[in-house]
Structures are given as C-alpha cells and as structure tokens.
C-alpha cells in the first residue's frame, strides 16, 4: 500500500473511531467504566477511581504479550446474561459506539475463569450480546490475577 492510500485508510479509520490493529487488551482500558458482575450482583467502577485503576492494572498485568486470535464462537444474548447471574464476570462500558476489527460494539463482556488461558470478549451491540466475539489468547498465563484482583474489588476473599 502507498503512503497516501495508507494515509487515507487511516484517516477513515480515525473519521469513523474504528481502530482496526490496534491491541484489543489496550483498547479495553478505555472504557468509561468496568462493571464486575459477582454471583449476579454488579459493582461499577468509572474511569478515574481507585477501583477502575485497580481492575486496569490486574487486566494489564494479565494480558501483557496476549494475542487476539480469531474466535470461533458467537455469543447469545440470554446464554450471556443467564451465564452474568453465577461466577466472575468483568464488562468494559464505553462512551458510544465503538469498532475494532470491523465489528461494531458499545461494551465489552469478559467471563473471569481463573485457570483460562485465554478467553472470549462478546460484543454489546443493539443492546444484546449477540454476534461474533473477540479472542485474546494468554500465551501460557491465566486469568487467576486478573479473578483475584476482581474478587478484592466487590468484597470477596478469593475466586475458586
């Protein structure tokens, strides 16, 4: 590609705020809010509080040299939202629509699972988790950082 059509995919890119190769594990820390969702109760954490930067950390740590991987499965709305009623669950909220890869999405869903090794991010969009996912691979780490930092947040000892 030339100089001035790589100038001009870029522009595009920033004129519709669709990032194309930019690291999905990053891109997650811009939320305006993290919710954690922990045996169906959700806590809420907004960008600039001490619980967000916490949640941020943990995340950053875990997702150090991960991998976006092409993901296989869909998510379903009500299979995601029954699922968000038991265990660990971590949602990256955005200000507005947003797009990474081409796929559209206002939050992010992620299921904490201490032992993966990688995992899937659903898609909010049209109000329901439905559609293609994310897939960040860990590279040989898990996700147990990550569920410890998040059980500490909402008050629990430890996630088993």
Same mark, same amino acid.
């Given at each position: 590609?030339?100089? *001035?059509? *790589?100038?001009?995919?870029?522009?595009? =890119?920033?004129?519709?705020?669709?990032?194309?190769? +930019?690291?999905?594990?990053?891109?997650? %820390?811009?939320?305006?809010?993290? @919710?954690?969702? =922990?045996? &169906?109760? =959700?806590?809420?954490?907004?960008? &600039?509080?001490?619980?967000?930067? /916490?949640?941020? /950390?943990?995340?950053?740590?875990? !997702? +150090?040299?991960?991998?976006?991987?092409?993901?296989? &499965?869909?998510?379903?709305?009500? %299979? #995601?939202?029954?699922?968000?009623?038991?265990?660990?669950? #971590?949602?990256? @909220?955005?200000?507005?629509?947003?797009? $990474?890869?081409?796929?559209?999405? !206002?939050?992010?869903? @992620?299921?904490? @699972?201490?032992?993966?090794?990688?995992?899937? %991010?659903?898609?909010?969009? &049209?109000?329901?988790?439905?559609?293609?996912?994310?897939? $960040?691979?860990?590279?040989? *780490? !898990?996700?147990?950082?990550?569920?410890?930092?998040?059980?500490? $947040?909402?008050?629990?000892? *430890?996630?088993?």
């Amino acid at each position: 590609m030339e100089n *001035k059509e *790589k100038d001009a995919h870029i522009m595009h =890119a920033l004129q519709n705020e669709s990032i194309e190769e +930019e690291d999905l594990a990053a891109f997650a %820390l811009r939320a305006a809010a993290i @919710v954690v969702y =922990a045996g &169906g109760a =959700a806590h809420r954490f907004a960008r &600039g509080g001490e619980g967000f930067a /916490a949640a941020a /950390a943990a995340w950053k740590e875990m !997702t +150090e040299g991960a991998l976006r991987m092409p993901a296989f &499965g869909v998510s379903i709305d009500r %299979l #995601a939202r029954e699922g968000m009623q038991s265990g660990l669950w #971590a949602e990256f @909220v955005f200000e507005g629509e947003q797009s $990474l890869a081409g796929m559209p999405f !206002t939050a992010l869903l @992620v299921q904490v @699972v201490p032992e993966h090794c990688g995992f899937n %991010l659903a898609r909010l969009q &049209g109000g329901g988790y439905d559609g293609r996912c994310f897939y $960040l691979d860990l590279r040989g *780490k !898990t996700m147990r950082p990550f569920a410890d930092a998040l059980a500490r $947040l909402v008050g629990q000892e *430890k996630i088993s």
